[in-house]
């Protein structure tokens, strides 16, 4: 029987469009690729920054969502966690049930405090097998001392 680390083999190396190596000949399967994803999103903003005095309302501040991908996907209602202390930010989506390629909607952020500090939270725009939709928000008092 003659020794494996002498014997001489011919070996196939394949290197696929997306930079992946694989070695046939040696005992190695193919480089399995799996299938880029075909639901993404994008959003305008990852952090809104609101001001505006206890018993007032900041001015609305908008997120665009855009189908980056190739499919028609679905989104779902905004949700903002509910503030124990009484701040109120709401979210007025402007989303289709479904959204196609290339498509965009908008949802309107506002922010209305009940008392000084600083409230962070967040909105989640729900896209269902998208990725993530996050975007944090912050209430600020500009003058605490002001009454």
């Known amino acids: 029987m003659p020794n494996q680390l002498t014997t001489p083999r011919t070996i196939a190396i394949v290197v696929s469009s997306l930079g992946l190596l694989s070695a046939c000949g040696l ?8 299938p880029p994803p075909l639901n993404f999103v994008s959003l305008s903003a990852t952090i809104l920054n609101f001001s505006a005095e206890p018993g007032t309302s900041a001015p609305p501040q908008t997120v665009t969502l855009t189908n980056a991908g190739s499919t028609t996907i679905r989104v779902l209602p905004p949700v903002i966690p509910i ?3 009484g701040d109120v930010f709401q979210a007025q ?7 196609e390629p290339k ?4 949802v ?3 922010f209305s405090p009940n ?3 600083v409230v962070r939270t967040w909105v989640d725009i729900p896209v269902p097998d998208a990725g993530p939709t996050i975007v ?7 003058n605490p001392h002001k009454h």
């Open 115 to 117: 008392r000084h500090g």
């Open 108 to 110: 309107t952020i506002t």
């Open 83 to 85: 503030d124990a202390k």
């Open 27 to 34: 005992g190695y399967h193919p480089a399995v690729i799996p």
């Open 103 to 106: 498509d965009s909607c908008t």
């Open 93 to 99: 989506p402007a989303c289709p049930k479904l959204l």
């Open 136 to 142: 944090s928000l912050i209430g600020t008092n500009p």
